[in-house]
């Protein structure tokens, strides 16, 4: 070999197919979540597509020297197999860390092409150097951040690893010591300067029959002139359980760092009453930490039901505990992924939780053990009482379908098999006594279905009316008036018609939030995912927003519950309390 072979300069580095998909790729995995939020998943596979265009650039058109080419991809794996133990642990155990390769995509991508962009005149050995610097630089961005979980829409909700959650500043305020739940004494009863009503009745998840309601209330919808007030605000530990509320105390449950604590609050001013705690925490990466299910109240006591399994039931006055049970123990019931999320339900002298898919029922006195129904598929939804044909039952949505028992016994009266069928949305009854329940999986049903239930000669028949993909709730509750269903299709609101399940209109994006009906207005009261308050038309012609009002600013998933003229909203960061003006008023 002579000296013009040796000084014969290898060929340039061909850049421009690298530069231009990496460009696509973060336009797409930026852009296409801000323009159109429910695509989130669109922006990952446009990710992953641009980053498999990018990698076989690298490896075949790019020019690059053998060994930096294959140097890069075995330490790109290394790196992030080695991220994977160091990130934060809500990435590490959540469905960030599961899909950590997949989100360092395309940091990955541009480290690789803006490395090789700015070091093509570089020395091979600073090549080389800068390469691993650019590839751990792209990784260690995962291990200085933390999630406060993810959306309903899988955004997740990205912090620096050092500052504290809301949890955490809660717990270092002055003067939170812990209140003595087993002091003895009721408490003292208060003036209530914000003219709420001491009288109102809200029993529990949902309203007196769990169907989201609020039955006799007429509110003022000129929100331009007369926006809701804001009474009080609190902050609170995190959960996702609502209120109950019986005159002027409010009833919740949240997480206090190793304590799941059943909370007491003045309806009128927010001032805590008493806290119960148990010493248990649930936490999950995606949801966060604290408990699920909403306090039932009945004669006196409050019910409630812990993500771990602990059914309380407690003086509602002072917070004595009366009796209590754990329910994962009594079904031998491993903790659900997302925890146990059963709201209690009181009917005649037993009271009822679903652990995790199968029914258990106490005695509201005592706290023994009634009976144990049959296991079912996953499921996060509560235990409903409908009347159908005059008889009194428990319904159930599972993973498997929905399934009726007797009360008293447990006894099954009816199933109706639907394999992917919603595990966490309520079902609904409607006219003619036929039932409405939801399905919303990858892999069974999607969708709303009509089931006609009826008691004859032969016993109970649940059969199918209709199945329609008008309206597919995930996790959030929908509501039935007027011959129509409105709820959550994904992040965006819409009517059906209940006679064929034909979708009315579609319309609004209030992210995966909650919502009640005012049935006298034809109009729904809807909290958004972001804590924003917007008044709907509960009409079947036409979408139309009405008013909007900002009450919360994170994550909001907890149902609202409208008292008299107080309307109180919660999330696993805070809780409010507002005035609204009556109409007429």
Sequence with gaps: MNIDQINVPRKPLRLWPGVVAALLQWLVWLLVPAVVPHWGGSAVLGGLFFGLIILVWWLFFSR???????????????????????????????????????????????????????????????????????????????????????????DSDLHWRWTPTPEERLLAQAGDEPLDSARGEPPARSADPAGAKTDADWPGFRGPKRDGIVRGVRIETDWSTSPPVEVWRQPIGPGWSSFAVRGDLVYTQEQRGDDEVVSCYRLSTGEPVWRHSDAVRFWESNGGAGPRATPTLSDGRVYTFGATGILNVLDADTGTVVWSRNAASDTAKKVPYWGFASSPLVVDDTVIVAAAGQLVAYDRATGDRRWVGQARGASYSS?????????????????????????????????????????????????QGDVLVSANSDTGGVGMRRIAVSQGAGGWTAEERWTSRGLKPYFNDFVAHGGHAFGFDGSILACINLEDGTRKWKGGRYGHGQLVLLPDQDLLLVLSEDGELALVSATPDEFTEVARFPAMDSKTWNHPVLVGNILLVRNGEEMAAFRLSLAGG
Excluded: K
Aim: include cysteine; aromatic fraction near 6%; hydrophobic fraction near 55%.
């Design 64 to 154: 690059a020297p053998w060994f930096e080419r294959l140097g890069a991809i075995v330490l790109m794996v290394v790196a992030v197999a080695a991220t994977s133990r160091l990130v934060h642990e809500s990435i590490a155990n959540g469905m960030m860390g599961m899909l950590l390769p997949i989100y360092a995509i395309p940091a990955l991508s541009l480290a690789l092409v803006a490395w090789a962009v700015a070091s093509r005149r570089l020395s091979s050995g600073l090549r080389r150097a800068s390469m691993v610097a650019s590839i751990l630089l792209a990784c260690g961005v995962f291990t200085i951040i933390r999630t406060g979980g993810f959306t309903g829409d899988a």
């Design 383 to 431: 235990p409903h009482l409908l009347t159908i044909g005059g008889v009194a039952q428990i319904l159930l949505l599972s993973g498997d379908g929905a399934i009726s028992v007797a009360p008293a016994a447990g006894t099954v009266l009816w199933e109706h098999p639907w394999p992917g069928s919603s595990t966490i949305v309520q079902p609904a009854l409607i006219a």
